[in-house]
Every structure is written in structure tokens, then in C-alpha cells.
């Protein structure tokens, strides 16, 4: 009923910038909450950042002062603007909504399938 569909992952080299979207699409009434967590190889998912549907933000301390989350409401859509990339950022990203559906006006969690970041040095 509903669809999170990533992109912008990629290669980039340590201390550059990649910016990823996340859009959501099907059966919204609402969205409440948006975030992305990444899973690197042996590690467990972990939140990267989340925005309230007020603009209201949360980081990991690992990514804070380089990690920037904001939200287009009016699109359904997710961003996550990240700079000076560390090899240590190196995981698949995934976006995360929760959405209020229209056919019950309850919300559940749904996620996207996964874009890969590898930075290397």
C-alpha cells in the first residue's frame, strides 16, 4: 500500500558529499516520523538521523556537525545530505516513514529497499 523508494547512494572518496532521497508513494494520509538507518557488514541497523513531521531532528553523534536531515512534506519526501564522508560510513542506507494510511488512519512503519554508500580513502 505503500512505497519508499530511495536513491543517490554511490561511490564516493573520503571527505566528499552524497545527498540521498527518499520518496513515499501509495496509500498516505499522513507521515509522521521519516529517518534513515544503515547497516554495515556484521553490524547491526543503526539510526542515522529522523525528522518529526515539524521539523523536529535527532542524530547519531557520529554523524552530528556532518549530516544534514530535512523533509519536503508536500512531496512525501526524505533527504539526507551527508559531507565530509568518512570511510567509516560505509553501509547500506535505508529510509524509514511512518505513515498513517488512508484505509484504516492508523500508522504503521514501512521501509525502502536499501542504497549502498561506500567511501573510500
Known amino acids: 500500500q505503500v512505497q519508499l523508494v530511495e536513491s543517490g547512494g554511490g561511490l564516493v572518496q573520503a571527505g566528499g558529499s552524497l545527498r540521498l532521497s527518499c520518496a513515499a508513494s501509495?496509500?498516505?494520509?499522513?507521515?509522521?516520523?521519516m529517518g534513515w538507518y544503515r547497516q554495515a557488514p556484521g553490524k547491526q541497523r543503526e539510526l542515522v538521523a529522523a525528522i518529526a513531521s515539524g521539523g523536529n531532528t535527532i542524530y547519531a553523534d557520529s554523524v552530528k556537525g556532518r549530516f544534514t536531515i530535512s523533509r519536503d512534506n508536500a512531496k512525501n519526501t526524505v533527504y539526507l545530505q551527508m559531507n565530509s564522508l568518512k570511510t567509516e560510513d560505509t553501509a547500506v542506507y535505508y529510509c524509514?516513514?511512518?505513515?498513517?494510511?488512508?484505509?484504516?488512519?492508523?500508522?504503521?512503519?514501512?521501509w525502502g529497499q536499501g542504497t549502498q554508500v561506500t567511501v573510500s580513502s
Open positions: 524509514n516513514a511512518r505513515v498513517v494510511i488512508v484505509t484504516t488512519r492508523r500508522p504503521y512503519d514501512y
Open positions: 501509495g496509500s498516505i494520509f499522513s507521515i509522521n516520523d
